[in-house]
T-cell receptor, first 114, second 114 residues
Framework: GENVEQHPSTLSVQEGDSAVIKCTYS??????FPWYKQELGKRPQLIID?????GEKKDQRIAVTLNKTAKHFSLHITETQPEDSAVYFC?????????????FGQGTRLTINP | DTGVTQSPTHLIKTRGQQVTLRCSPI?????VSWYQQVLGQGPQFIFQ???????GRGNFPDRFSARQFPNYSSELNVNALLLGDSALYLC?????????????FGDGTRLSIL
């Protein structure tokens, strides 16, 4: 089955700097890759997603890149702000027996230092 | 628009008991998925339901079951509770079943087993 590895597990950056989180996946049938932000005690919030027919997608300070050949995808946050501090999860979605399940990475705890 | 709603928010049970968790999807969404999130880890897929039928099941024992109602709400049942079932149970809804449908999560039910 699908397996998603996420690095780093913790990341600390200065306010205003950029942050990059990387994920690799194993199942070449995966065709949808969302990123979720989860603040302490709150729901995972979808922040950006990318489909397998697209190499890059941007939404203001957030961008995601996908390399299908290498089975890598990454989240880039520019001009980081204190409110960006949270746990970020990547996920890959193989179309599995007629269902769309999300397979999540282990998460990255991002801390923005003022 | 109301997001995904789950009840109860917190629940304390003892080993061997049974529990029922409830989820109402976003209005217009017909697919509901259930995930288990153990502290410090990413969510793990349990079930997906679409049009009242089970469309996918993760690697969970038969003690876990679910159903979807005509109004697209869903219940997750867990029998013979074990200490290891302590987790945050998340429900996610999507517009319909499909390989590239964004899933939006509720706040979850935090289940503690004593």
């Amino acid at each position: 089955g699908e397996n998603v590895e996420q690095h780093p597990s913790t990341l600390s950056v200065q306010e205003g700097d950029s942050a990059v989180i990387k994920c690799t996946y194993s199942d070449s049938a995966s065709n949808y890759f969302p990123w979720y932000k989860q603040e302490l005690g709150k729901r995972p919030q979808l922040i950006i997603d990318i489909r397998s027919n697209v190499g890059e997608k941007k939404d203001q300070r957030i961008a995601v890149t996908l390399n299908k050949t290498a089975k890598h995808f990454s989240l880039h946050i520019t001009e980081t702000q204190p409110e960006d501090s949270a746990v970020y999860f990547c996920a890959a979605s193989p179309y599995f027996q007629g269902a769309q399940k999300l397979v999540f990475g282990q998460g990255t705890r991002l801390t923005i230092n003022p | 628009d109301t997001g995904v709603t789950q009840s109860p928010t917190h629940l304390i049970k003892t080993r061997g008991q049974q529990v029922t968790l409830r989820c109402s999807p976003i209005s217009g969404h017909k697919s509901v998925s259930w995930y288990q999130q153990v502290l410090g880890q990413g969510p793990q897929f349990i079930f997906q339901y679409y049009e009242k039928e089970e469309r996918g099941r993760g690697n969970f024992p038969d003690r876990f079951s679910a159903r979807q109602f005509p109004n697209y709400s869903s219940e997750l049942n867990v029998n013979a509770l074990l200490l290891g079932d302590s987790a945050l149970y998340l429900c996610a809804s999507s517009l319909r079943q499909g390989a590239v449908q964004p899933q939006h999560f509720g706040d979850g039910t935090r289940l503690s087993i004593l």
